[in-house]
DNA sequence: ATGAAAGCGCTAACAA
DNA sequence: TTGTTAGCGCTTTCAT
């Protein structure tokens, strides 16, 4: 708000029309890269928009066309993997006239619906929801208001676009590689995820499965062993003092993310449990915390640059194709090797 | 954009009037809790906009009044610190009507000041701008354009209010824990500041002050040693290195940050040196990493949610009594003492 | 290719 | 206390 004494009025679409003796549609037509504004025209306009300092007003344009603004929603700004997303994402509107704004959405369904809300009511271009905690209806609604891609999420939507990783396989490597060193008690942390419907899309769900399914193809069905807490540092340090209370532990963790691998650290740590020589530990998700050298936790690189590079190149396709069928886009992960997991005899 | 097929109209404020039998303006005051509406316009509009699903479009009111969004900027999204920050800002601005966007800086003077103008350009409210690397001038201009609060550096602006740690102070403190420990080459890894002007006001800059003053004070001139990099991991792995060079390593090493005191543990841990037997290491924030069992760094808490909270509660204000006369308010830092940090001779 | 004019959904003078 | 009305700065028909 102007306050009278310091802060002038903005510059205005009509006072660069002005300035360069042309119509504010012209002006307009420049700014948007519209069809039908001569070389002549372009060249006037933009020399008139460098020499007021012009910059269009969201807000303005928000009323009747675009506001060039991308919302994406994280639900957790201390998970690192998170900031691996949001630079694919900043590497794919580099070069746009697209500028992405964050919100967090605090896990929680009812304060979620009101970040989507906001970004709605912002008249925002398109929504990018990281991992969303809401209802496969609830997705769809807002999808049907703005166009939107799901990342983290599995399954076939009919309005919004997918991207994620491939979690089945992703857990599969885990387990694979732990059998591969002698391993045969390999219990998982998982995320409770308490409905239902959404134990399908859910990535923390799939990745219980997979390691399910894994354990059976290694012939290990008997030692399937599943604590369900959450990802988070307190879920892990939970899970891993109810796995140590066993009257025969196992000798490998499969966290479910390197978060809960954090967590499980504390609680070795406090029973003076080494790693890996004690007890071999697996996270997910590959984030800096892993790769940092007193911890060079063994995890599954997901690959967050490319998501949601992915995400964001999906997104700006549909702005420009609202009606092209979805797509679902998973991702193959990688298992990147480092020092908790060593053979069962080492 | 309405697609034609399956896109509908958002409801408006005609439609809420309409339904409720009152005046647009009715509604309107309604929305904005302004003065002139009776209780029972109030319960009339209330109850139509429940009805009607009606929710205000940012963009139409920022043509005019409010958008009630305070956008925030952030230099980085991996250093756990700011999340402090940002749990800060979001308490403030709990039960009230404002929602906060959040942008990354990228740490780089142009980059920055279009994150600034996108902010502006959607007419946010007021903008809460964290250890921005603008120059004073350019601070002052995006002030002069919208209420702005300034978080993380020193300094008196005119046009802004500034909520900052008091690192020299912090500082101090550490120094006199490890001086108290008997430790006398204590090094130090800074952020490297270029720009003179902005050297009596950026953090970096204040926490070498504060070392070098505390080591004076504390009569250890001589074993000034302060290795200049950046804040971030590959800068506390490189500045470590080159301190690990020197013919008489120091037995204490204060990081700027934790993320540095991260890249420091790399380097130690790849030269084979433990902590604290061989090197006491301090960081500076508190972030959860600091708190990570395996590592407990010693480590100066600088209280990231009530800084956060101060931010917002000040650009409120300021929305509200743009003229008051600005205000920079300091907060204490406290050490937080660890397992990174022994007597010299333990 | 260009411009005139209507209108997007709100807020704020002003009138009643 | 309430309603009428004039814009805010753009985009978008629709003439020219």
Redesign the pocket.
């Known amino acids: 708000?102007p306050s009278g004494s310091t802060r002038t009025?903005?510059?205005?679409?009509?006072?660069?029309?002005k300035h360069a003796?042309?119509?504010?549609?012209?002006?307009?037509?420049v700014?948007?890269k519209?069809?039908?504004?001569?070389?002549?025209?372009?060249a006037k306009v933009r020399s008139a928009i460098d020499e007021l300092g012009?910059?269009?007003?969201a807000?303005?344009?928000?009323?009747?066309?675009?506001t060039y603004t991308i919302g994406v929603t994280l639900p957790d700004f201390r998970n690192p993997f998170f900031a691996d997303v949001l630079d694919g994402v900043t590497a794919a509107l580099a070069g746009t006239d697209y500028v992405q704004m964050l919100s967090r959405c605090c896990n929680d369904q009812v304060a979620e619906a009101h970040v989507h809300d906001a970004m709605i009511d912002r008249s925002m271009d398109g929504l990018i929801l990281v991992t969303p905690t809401g209802t496969r209806k609830h997705l769809e609604r807002i999808a049907r208001t703005v166009p939107t891609v799901v990342v983290g999420r599995h399954g076939t939507a009919t309005g919004y676009d997918t991207v994620a990783d491939d979690d089945f396989t992703g857990a599969g490597l885990v387990i694979d590689h732990l059998a591969a060193l002698g391993h045969t008690r390999i219990a998982h942390i998982e995320h409770l995820e308490p409905s239902p419907a959404r134990r399908k899309e859910m990535p923390n769900s799939i990745r219980a499965d997979g390691y399910r399914h894994a354990m059976r193809v290694q012939g290990l069905a008997e030692f399937i062993d599943i604590e369900s807490t959450s990802y988070s540092r307190e879920g892990g340090y939970l899970g891993a003092q109810r796995l140590l209370a066993r009257d025969l532990r196992p000798t490998a963790i499969f966290a479910g993310a390197d978060i809960v691998a954090m967590g499980v650290l504390d609680a070795l740590t406090e029973a003076g449990l080494s790693v890996p020589d004690d007890i071999s530990l697996v996270g997910y998700d590959n984030t800096v915390f892993a790769a940092f050298a007193p911890v060079s936790l063994t995890t599954v690189d997901q690959a967050g640059h490319r998501i949601g590079f992915e995400a964001a190149r999906l997104l700006l396709d549909r702005i420009a194709t609202p009606q092209r069928p979805t797509q679902q886009v998973k991702l193959a992960p990688a298992l990147v090797t480092r020092r908790t997991t060593a053979p069962i005899d080492g």
Chains 1, 2 share one sequence.
């Open positions: 708000m009025r903005r510059v205005t679409i009509s006072d660069v029309a003796g042309v119509s504010t549609t012209a002006v307009s037509k700014l948007r519209a069809y039908g504004a001569s070389p002549d025209m372009h012009y910059r269009p007003s807000a303005a344009r928000g009323m009747r066309g675009q």
